[in-house]
Nanobody
Framework: VQLVESGGGLVQPGGSLRLSCAASGFTFSMYRMSWHRQAPGKERELVAGISRGGGSTNYADSVKGRFTISRDNAKNTVYLQMNSLKPEDTAVYYC?????????WGKGTLVTVSS
């Protein structure tokens, strides 16, 4: 089982980034997918989640209206489009796959929002 995040980097406040998480080794379409983040000195928190078919999503209040989660089950990939980024969005972003008590995590990708 592998979850590999990509797309992180340094961006100025107000900018955009698109994170990707490529999955392999399990039946991707059966798993609810989500993005989480952990800022320095803080606990990991849920950013956004998406149902198996993609028809239902949920977001942390802090990112509503700015971030969009989506998935492509044909490509075994989940995305996080991040717009209007703020310095407080700086964190390591992790991809999670969840089904029937099973949880898989990626190693994370660093997003730094700074001028």
């Amino acid at each position: 089982v592998q979850l590999v995040e990509s797309g992180g980097g340094l961006v100025q406040p107000g900018g955009s980034l698109r994170l990707s998480c490529a999955a392999s080794g399990f039946t991707f379409s059966m798993y609810r997918m989500s993005w989480h983040r952990q800022a320095p000195g803080k606990e990991r928190e849920l950013v956004a989640g998406i149902s198996r078919g993609g028809g239902s999503t949920n977001y942390a209040d802090s990112v509503k209206g700015r971030f969009t989660i989506s998935r492509d089950n044909a490509k075994n990939t989940v995305y996080l489009q991040m717009n209007s980024l703020k310095p407080e969005d700086t964190a390591v972003y992790y991809c999670n796959a969840h089904w029937n008590g099973l949880d898989y995590w990626g190693k994370g990708t660093l997003v730094t929002v700074s001028s």
